[in-house]
């Protein structure tokens, strides 16, 4: 499952309060230690394209829209 789904389901079960305990026991997914998801975006929260350079911990898309508020310049 991905992501979103695992919310999707939690607010699916909170009537049935026994259900959604078995499901977290079973499905809920671990803490990431190390690899691609663990770095996320620190305003979308998009784990792909991370620019972690000088402590941005942004995404590229987030970078490029907040750049110029950040102090980059863009060179020709």
Same mark, same amino acid.
């Given at each position: 499952m991905t992501y979103s789904s695992h919310t999707k389901v939690f607010k699916q &079960?909170? $009537? @049935?309060? /026994? $259900? &959604?305990? @078995?499901?977290?026991k079973h499905n809920a997914p671990k803490k990431r230690m190390f690899g691609r998801n663990v770095k996320r975006?620190?305003?979308?929260?998009?784990?792909? /394209?991370?620019l972690s350079k000088y402590g941005l911990n942004l995404c590229r898309q987030c970078f490029r829209e907040n750049a110029k508020k950040l102090g980059f310049r863009k060179y020709n």
């Open positions: &079960l909170e $009537k @049935k309060p /026994a $259900k &959604l305990q @078995k499901f977290i975006c620190g305003i979308c929260d998009r784990s792909g /394209a991370h």
